[in-house]
């Protein structure tokens, strides 16, 4: 079992910028951010792993994954945020390759609590 803990969110306006971290608690390959708005499907936002970091096309650009392995931790790093950026994100993990994580076609194995990113107009 993995333990997910995210931290960082907010309220923001827009063009603003945000961070939040991934504190797990052991390694992973396969990392990732996902995010939900209210009425709107679950959308990965960045997955990281075997193939690489792979951004959804609506936030390339704006925003950066990043990781420390030896403190299992992962970060997003939202720049130039929208308000169609607002959503509830999570951070999840897999225990395999990433592959399909970017399509949607992958079911993860662990998942964060969820932390609130408020984009305002």
């Known amino acids: 079992q993995v333990q997910l803990v995210e931290s960082g969110g907010g309220s923001v306006q827009s063009g603003g910028s945000l961070s939040l971290s991934c504190q797990a608690s052991t390694w992973t390959n396969c990392k990732g951010w996902l995010r939900q708005a209210p009425g709107k499907k679950r959308e990965v936002v960045v997955a990281?792993?075997?193939?690489?970091?792979q951004y959804a096309r609506s936030v390339k650009g704006r925003f950066t994954f990043s990781q420390d392995d030896e403190k299992n931790i992962w970060f997003l790093q939202m720049n130039s945020l929208e308000p169609e950026d607002t959503a509830m994100y999570y951070c999840a993990a897999d225990r395999g390759h990433c592959s399909g994580a970017i399509s949607e076609k992958l079911v993860w194995d662990y998942w964060g609590q969820g932390t609130q990113v408020t984009v305002s107009s």
């Open positions: 990281s792993g075997h193939y690489g970091i």
